[in-house]
């Protein structure tokens, strides 16, 4: 998938030279010898940095906050503690998130870094242009009363378009509404799975069996209606229906 690639590519590009080559690390502390030594320091340093903040930047600018987050609900609302274990749960959004942004990956590096490894484009306007398609992705899932909320708080004038949006206000108000989809979707799981353990409730207490969990007894049940319903198809087509 290139999109797993898109961030590596970014960086690599940025030693700027005609081939691109990784550069040998040397620990010792020294003066440049040249302008060109100490770019390449520099560029090392930027490398390393983004590498350090990749696990952050698909946290806060993909989906997979919003799948995450729902997968917990339902674990939650079928009361099943650590089955699916979180591993397999973080992975299975982690493995959504790139089939949803694979695109919009797709359209960056073809936007941005691939004229830029072709040295066609600088590499302010390889940035802009890599980084828009995800802003437009983040813009067209995130509220406009969460978008107006950042730019009240920065005291900005109302954008005309999206390029007037700096990313900077795009990426706290795309997480806050992923945060607010997943909690809506995460309680519409909840109902089906509330009504089986009051059923339960309901029946055990006209039995006289006060002291038997209903937990105990419903937990079959729930795990029968959601294979039965296929939830885990319905779930996951629903969650990526959910993203424009």
Request: charged share 15%; proline share 7%; net charge positive.
């Amino acid at each position: 998938m290139r999109s797993l690639f898109l961030l590596f590519l970014l960086t690599l590009t940025l030693f700027g030279a005609d081939s691109v080559a990784i550069p040998t690390m040397n620990f010792q502390l020294a003066a440049p010898n040249s302008p060109e030594q100490l770019v390449t320091s520099l560029n090392v340093i930027i490398v390393l940095t983004l590498l350090f903040l990749a696990p952050s930047m698909i946290l806060v600018m993909t989906t997979f906050t919003r799948f995450v987050i729902v997968f917990g609900f339902l674990r939650q609302a079928m009361g099943t503690q650590q089955v699916p274990p979180t591993q397999l749960m973080v992975m299975l959004a982690l493995v959504l998130t790139f089939f949803v942004m694979e695109p919009v990956g797709t359209k960056a590096y073809e936007a941005g870094i691939k004229p830029y490894i072709a040295q066609k484009i600088s590499y302010e306007e390889a940035f802009t242009k890599t980084a828009e398609p995800f802003k437009n992705f983040m813009i067209r899932n995130t509220r406009e009363k969460d978008l107006a909320l950042f730019i009240r708080i920065r005291k900005m004038q109302n954008p005309q378009n999206i390029s007037e949006v700096p990313l900077s206000v795009v990426i706290p108000a795309f997480v806050i509404s992923e945060l607010k989809t997943a909690f809506e979707i995460g309680f519409l799981l909840f109902l089906p799975f509330l009504v089986i353990d009051m059923v339960v409730a309901s029946i055990l207490m006209s039995m006289g069996m006060m002291m038997l969990p209903p937990v105990m007894i419903s937990l079959p049940f729930k795990i029968l209606i959601f294979v039965l319903v296929d939830g885990w198809n319905l779930l996951i087509g629903n969650l990526i229906a959910s993203i424009k």
